[in-house]
């Protein structure tokens, strides 16, 4: 099923705007991990009290039994922690302290989750009667017919993580990667089973996105393994919350740490990895890793990580390993501090399958124009590299931001899907170039564009259709328009001229173009 656009998306929008009222004068950064805590715990207590239910049903005396859930791979949750108890002191001054202490009595029963649950409800600044008011809210929750809880609590998540993205600007950076960005590497990686890795995860939205489309295409969640890292405490959280929300097992290191000076999965080689890592990152650490075995192109820079991001990731690629990520446009043309040489042994050694130019103002974060690198290391289409130049497509869904279309609003209009055909295409052999849109071109070529690789430089321009009119005649006749224009224009001119002479304002003005000049 297509998702829903993130400006008109109903139940999720309502959550939001109905748990705003905690916020106060609290800063997005703080407010989010309250609101998107209180989710998780209401998801995580929503599906212990189904599982217990059953066991109850079952008659045996096994609701309290934490296996009976771990291998369901259900968190237990233990009495005194559950929703209910929290929604008992709703409208009790002693409400931050029950959430702190459910928290800190999940965690102990669900090793997963040590260390990652915000416990900060009970500090004197949040306000205990609007807290009240979101348990009311979350307890009340009324789901539509048919609706599956972890899908309606997973996209109340994912709206949330939308919503703080636009409200902390920059700086929401380090966890958020708009979906339909996310949604178009997934498509044309196609993730259907193997590893699946991603070294700046951020929130986790690749994970979540790579096991909607093995939901989505009828495959199994399991027979794909998540490995990532985070080095933002608060984010590497969030990101745990995130995936256990959608029922996804990860491996995210056992600690929030930097992917280049303590790689947690040093000898894991992917299947897919998928990344948008911190553009133009600097400094990166290049000074203590200049002798390190990931750099087998060269030493990035250590003004830009961009480089090193690529690099690491293609050392984690399995043989037949693919890649796709989001980098700044300076990557595919900049020959400073070496960069270009670094470029060129990455193309030479056949590893680029496709560049992508992406529209501007799809993240809520930067207006530095980016682009998606795609890289396998078994490319079918030997020694041939796909330009895409995409930044005609999308739609502005507010007056700041666009989205690639997933054809849920209109079938017609589908960005993501004519991307990914356009993709598999020139895989298969089938594609068919055009104008200012697509391009196949072979690494010689390349080489005579100083291994740039910047689309518009190889998809030309979009051929416009011919009106018929000949050359000749269509400039006499708007050589014709534009003289009367002119003459129109001196007309005016003298008008505005008479009435500023009469109300004691005149004008000095030189005509340029007399009645008999000469256009």
């Known amino acids: 099923m297509a998702e829903k656009n993130t400006a008109d998306i109903g139940f999720e929008k309502e959550i939001w705007d109905a748990a705003c009222v905690l916020r106060g004068n609290m800063d997005a950064s703080e407010y989010k991990n309250v609101i998107l805590g209180l989710i998780f715990l209401k998801y995580i207590s929503d599906s212990f009290e189904t599982r217990y239910n059953e066991l109850v049903e079952e008659g045996d005396g096994f609701e309290e039994d934490r296996d009976e859930y771990t291998y369901k791979n259900i968190f237990f949750v233990p009495a005194g922690a559950r929703w209910k108890d929290i929604a008992e002191k709703a409208h009790t001054p002693e409400i931050g302290t029950a959430i702190d202490n459910a928290m800190i009595a999940i965690e102990n029963e669900n090793k997963k989750l040590k260390g990652i649950l915000p416990k900060n409800f009970a500090r004197p600044e949040l306000d205990k009667r609007r807290l009240g008011e979101v348990v009311d809210l979350f ?96 984010t590497w959280k969030m990101a745990k919350m995130n995936l256990a929300i959608r029922g996804i097992d990860c491996n995210l290191g056992e600690i929030p740490e930097d992917t280049f000076l303590n790689d947690q999965h040093p000898t894991m080689r992917a299947d897919f990895v998928m990344a948008n890592p911190p553009f133009n990152l600097t400094p990166w650490g290049a000074d203590k890793l200049k002798e390190d075995q990931r750099w087998k192109y060269g030493m990035p ?29 300076g990557s595919l043309s900049s020959q400073s501090s070496g960069e270009g040489d670094v470029r060129k042994n990455i193309i030479d050694d056949d ?112 051929e416009e259709d011919d009106d018929g009119e000949p050359y000749e005649e269509k400039m006499n006749r708007l050589s014709e328009e534009l003289g009367e224009l002119f003459s129109e224009s001196n007309v005016l001119q003298g008008e505005i001229c008479n009435i500023l002479k009469k109300i004691g304002f005149p004008v000095n003005v030189s005509n340029r173009l007399g009645d008999n000049d000469e256009i």
């Open 351 to 462: 590893l680029v399958e496709c560049i992508i130019a992406l529209p501007d103002k799809l993240f809520y974060t930067t207006g530095i124009p980016v682009c998606l690198w795609f890289i396998n290391k078994n490319k079918k289409q030997k020694g041939k590299t796909l330009f895409i130049d995409a930044r005609n497509m999308g739609t502005m869904v507010t007056r700041t931001l666009r989205e690639l279309s997933d054809g849920s609003e209109d079938p017609e209009k589908n960005d993501i899907k004519k991307i990914a055909d356009t993709y598999n295409a020139f895989v298969e052999g089938t594609l068919d170039n055009e104008s200012g849109f697509c391009a196949v071109v072979n690494t010689e070529e390349i080489a005579k564009q100083d291994y740039v690789l910047t689309p518009g430089r190889y998809v030309g321009i979009t």
């Open 301 to 329: 820079p250590a003004g830009n990580a961009n480089f090193a991001w690529i690099q690491h990731m293609i050392w984690h690629l399995a043989p037949n390993g693919r890649m796709g990520m989001v980098l700044a446009n």
């Open 139 to 234: 307890t009340n929750v009324q789901m539509d017919e048919g609706t599956d809880e972890k899908d309606l609590l997973g996209r109340t998540y994912e709206y949330c993580l939308r919503n703080f993205a636009a409200q902390e600007g920059k700086n929401a950076g380090q966890f958020y990667t708009p979906s339909c960005v996310v949604r178009t590497i997934v498509e044309i990686l196609q993730p259907f089973n193997g590893r699946v890795y991603d070294p700046c995860c951020g929130a986790g939205g690749m994970f979540v996105q790579s096991a909607a489309f093995v939901k989505n295409h009828q495959g199994n969640i399991n027979d794909i393994s998540v490995y990532g890292q985070e080095s933002n405490p608060t």
